[in-house]
Every structure is written in C-alpha cells, then in structure tokens.
C-alpha cells in the first residue's frame, strides 16, 4: 500500500503557480515594502506584520539573512552587544556571552528563528527578486517600488529586454546592506545625497546606525548598513546588535509614519 496520498505532476505545478500568483497580485499594493532580507529588514518586517501593518519583503538572493546566516569570515557565529541580546532572548535564540560581555550565537539558529518568527507575524516574501527602481509621485515622494527577475541581470544584455514590473505601497524601507540600493536611485536623480560608508569602528558604529535610522526622503525609510552608506557613518563588520535594533527603530518610524498618511 502506498505511502504517499496519489498526486500527478501537473496538480504539483498547478499548486505552486496558483500559490505564488495569487499572492503576488495581493501584493502589488500594501502598507510597506521591505527591500533587502538581511537581519534589519527581517526584524523590521516582522514588527511591521505584528502591527497589522500589510508588508512584503524583498529578496535579490535565493535565500533570506544575508550576513546573518554565516557571521564573519564564513564562520557562522554572530556577536551582539547588549542590549541588543534582549530581542535575542524574545526570539528565543540562545547564546553564550564573552568574558567581554558579547552575546555569541549560532548563524543558521539565529537567523532561521528570525525568519521564522517574521514568517508567524504574517511578513510576506519575494526570492530571486531585483529592485530596479522606484515609483514617485507628486513630489517626487517614493510611492513603490519597479522590480524584476534576479536572473535577467546576468543574461547577455542584448536579450535582456524584459521590463520590470511595478508594486504600489506606501512607504519603502531599503534594507539593501552597504548597497543602499533604493537610496541610490534617488542619488541618480539628483533627489538625495549619500556620503558613502566610512571605515570599521564597531564602538561608535553601532549607536550611530540605530540613531540615524530615519525617513531620508518622502516615503523611504532607511535601516541597517543602508544608513552608513547614506549618512556616511563608519561600518560595523561582523557583529549584529546595531542591524537588529535598527530593523526595529525602523519599524517604529514606519508605524508613526503610516499613521499620518
């Protein structure tokens, strides 16, 4: 007798379509869209949805985390400075702590309980997915986001026209890491002026990342290494604290942004 409940292949493909397109037309207009799926989009994200608010996450990679899967150097630990340990111990991620105070924890537990704690809140997500620019509305406030295919960006530019499409929401937060991608457009077009990232000071960066987590432009929220290439704030390297509290603190200003709107 058979183990499995019978299936054919095309009621396999038809679940998978049916699944994928009917979220993805609700997501073509929400509350907030999060680009970049690193540790301050994920927090920031899952605040978001444990608001009510309507939001969806963006992925360029075929897997959420960013650098908070393998900490640094490829090896797979994560530091954390208090006080940011306490959304460690909300998230029930354990740790170990340094003599020097460090909260020290497993890459793939940390990040798999993040993600897996956005994913309960009700965070949407979209994989293999390239932001290519914005929309922008009356004065010139950022009013969605253009994106397309990852893997169009690698075929031989002379078949490449394939064009984006377009999501409608009401505020964008770039969480695109030291790529600032979404401020970056708005550099391009005279809109913003960034400062590029400045060297590591792990003391100072941390604090200085959270405090400057803000709306940078009408519509576009900034988080995590995003706010060091715009404000030209020194880099942080392989400890986590000031990415999750900025997730956060970029949560919060969304929510107080969302109620004015």
Not at 58 to 65: A, H, R, S
Not at 215 to 243: C, D, N, Q
Request: hydrophobic residues 40%; contains cysteine.
């Amino acid at each position: 007798m058979p183990l499995f409940q019978s299936a054919q292949e095309s009621h396999v493909s038809r679940a998978i379509i049916e699944g994928f397109m009917k979220e993805l037309l609700d997501d073509t207009e929400s509350d907030g869209v999060v680009m970049g799926a690193g540790p301050s989009g994920l927090l920031c994200c899952r605040e978001l949805a444990r608001n009510k608010v309507k939001v969806l996450v963006i992925e360029n990679n075929n897997y959420l985390g960013g650098g908070f899967w393998i900490g640094g150097y490829l090896m797979n630990k994560l530091t954390i400075r208090k006080p940011a340990n306490e959304i460690l111990d909300e998230l029930e991620i354990p740790y170990t702590t340094t003599e020097e105070g460090l909260a020290v924890a497993d890459g793939p537990h940390a990040c798999s309980k993040l993600i897996a704690a956005a994913c309960d809140a009700g965070a949407k997500f979209i994989n293999m997915t390239k932001f290519d620019d914005v929309v922008l509305r009356e004065n010139n406030r950022v009013g969605g986001v253009v994106i397309n295919w990852t893997p169009v960006s690698a075929m031989p530019r002379e078949i490449t026209c394939v064009d984006p499409i377009a999501l409608e929401t009401k505020i964008v937060i770039d969480a695109t890491g030291h790529d600032a991608a979404v401020v970056n457009v708005l550099e391009r077009r005279k809109l913003l002026k960034t400062e590029g990232f400045g060297g590591m000071w792990v003391d100072k960066s941390e604090d200085l990342i959270v405090e400057h987590t803000k709306e940078i432009h009408p519509g576009l929220v900034v988080t995590g290494m995003a706010v060091s290439t715009a404000f030209g704030l020194p880099r942080m390297g392989p400890t986590f604290g000031g990415m999750l509290m900025s997730g956060r603190r970029a949560s919060e200003v969304t929510l107080e942004l969302l109620k004015n709107l």
